[in-house]
């Protein structure tokens, strides 16, 4: 959607979307229950996202942003603890140096912005250097293993750094009071492209790219359609475009995805603590993490829900876990619910939902993909592959959309100001939700 943005926007008039969904968005997308709209997992803005806070300012919708400092728990041990209260910080288990120790390797990566130096490291270098193993061992490795079911030694340094500075947990995060943000940024681009008359194909696939000598030259839909192309940007997951392409591409082999499996659901139950995020540390419990949607956006969902979304990481689409049903799933989250919070989950409505390709694993050394295709040379990428080592976000898929327009353009002798003025933004103020 940014590509095409960024091309319209620079007066060509031929940009065609097609995208597989029934609306536009991907994994910003939403689902709808009782003319209330919800995203597929949990979806919060964050305050260094400037991909995403440049659209949301050009839809208008930046003004309507509220920001609401979270509570983020971890459950270790049957116990809760939130490591921004002090009291709870005190009571974690981990000794006052290794204390001292994390919290001089939070200031040090909220203080730094380029991760380039860490990319052929890893989070355990990273962890260990600038806190300690003991403070990897109690909190690094567990989030690790939530995350990437991998541990510190294979994750990228630039990434957790990276994702450290973004400060996901310690920032106040963002939200559209009156309903959901994604849905709202999803209409909003959506309008921006049909205003520059961009042509979208939905519910329908690309199934092959037709190619001569070293150019796709034509786009095989799956409802039989063929659209001639002098351009490609490609800005599906790699897999699905080394599908496309049926052919071996082993320069994209490096990029694997993880998969998650989200239920959302509400219930009438009052759940305490609050929280928005907890991390289900002690690696116990069927899910990796619980959200508490409407302790962020308090108009999520109707009047008096809990809007609890409960999820797990999965290494990969393959797993057996991924393809259980959703009894059995919901069987293994209401178990870890009461596990938790010591009383029976009921909720009155639960979606399920299978992502089968989340984001790349950031190993160690990861390389993004070129923009321009290694082999094919009127083909662009543009994604959160494309990302690292900077967070899997929406605004950071945004921002690489508008640098593969970008480059298609300076290719074409034109210019867009768009990568500059995404560079540049800066929130002007972050009112209280
Ligand atoms: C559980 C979860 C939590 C997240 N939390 C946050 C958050 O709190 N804040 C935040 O900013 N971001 C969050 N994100 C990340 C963010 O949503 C994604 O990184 C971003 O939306 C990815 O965009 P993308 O365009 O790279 O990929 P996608 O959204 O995957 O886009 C790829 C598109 O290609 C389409 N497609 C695939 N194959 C074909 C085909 N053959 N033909 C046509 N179309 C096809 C898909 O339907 C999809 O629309 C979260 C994501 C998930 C899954």
Not at 29 to 46: K, N, V
Not at 98 to 127: I, P
Not at 316 to 322: I, P, S
Not at 412 to 433: E, Q, V
Request: glycine share 8%; aromatic share 10%.
């Amino acid at each position: 959607m940014a590509a095409a943005y960024a091309l319209a926007q620079a007066g060509w008039d031929r940009v065609t979307i097609v995208e597989r969904g029934p609306e536009l968005g991907g994994l910003a997308g939403t689902f709808e229950t009782d003319g209330h709209f919800y995203p597929l997992a949990y979806h919060h803005i964050l305050q260094r996202d400037r991909g995403l806070l440049f659209f949301l300012d050009r839809i208008g919708a930046l003004p309507d942003v509220r920001w609401r400092k979270i509570s983020m728990l971890f459950q270790l041990k049957g116990r809760l603890f939130d490591l921004a209260d002090p009291v709870d910080f005190l009571r974690f288990p981990m000794s006052l140096a290794d204390k001292l120790r994390f919290v001089r390797l939070m200031l040090r990566c909220f203080g730094k912005s380029d991760w380039a130096d860490w990319n052929e490291r890893s989070a355990a270098e990273l962890v260990d250097t600038w806190g300690g193993p003991e403070v990897r061992r109690a909190i690094f490795d567990p989030l690790m293993r939530l995350k990437f079911n991998r541990p510190c030694e294979e994750v990228s340094g630039a990434w957790l750094g990276a994702r450290l500075h973004f400060r996901e947990g310690s920032a106040p995060l963002g939200y559209i009071p009156g309903g959901n943000w994604t849905k709202v940024l999803c209409d909003g681009v959506t309008r921006l492209l049909d205003d520059a008359s961009v042509q979208v194909k939905l519910g329908t696939s690309a199934r092959h790219l037709g190619i001569q000598d070293d150019r796709v030259t034509r786009v095989d839909l799956d409802d039989g359609e063929s659209l001639e192309a002098d351009l490609v940007i490609s800005t599906v997951p790699t897999e699905v475009y080394q599908q496309l392409l049926t052919a071996a591409r082993p320069d994209l082999d490096h990029v694997r995805y993880t998969a998650v499996v989200s239920a959302i659901l509400a219930t009438k139950q009052r759940v305490t603590p609050t929280f928005y995020w907890m991390n289900l540390a002690s690696l116990d419990c069927t899910a990796s993490g619980m959200f508490m949607l409407n302790a962020l956006n308090p108009t999520i969902g109707a009047p008096g829900d809990t809007c609890l979304n409960i999820m797990t990481h999965v290494p990969t689409r393959h797993d057996t876990f991924f393809h259980q049903s959703d009894d059995q799933i919901l069987a293994g989250y209401r178990a870890d619910f009461h596990r938790v919070f010591g009383f029976e989950l009921k909720p009155f409505w639960t979606q399920v939902n299978r992502l089968g390709m989340y984001a790349p694993v950031f190993h160690r050394g990861y390389e993004n993909p070129p923009l321009r295709d290694a082999v094919l040379t009127n083909v662009y990428c543009a994604g959160n592959y494309r990302t690292f080592p900077s967070i899997a976000s929406t605004g950071t898929a945004l921002a690489s959309g508008v640098d593969a327009g970008a480059a298609i353009l300076a290719d074409h002798g034109g210019t867009s100001d768009l990568p500059a003025a995404i560079d540049g933004y800066r929130l002007a103020s972050m009112p209280r939700g």
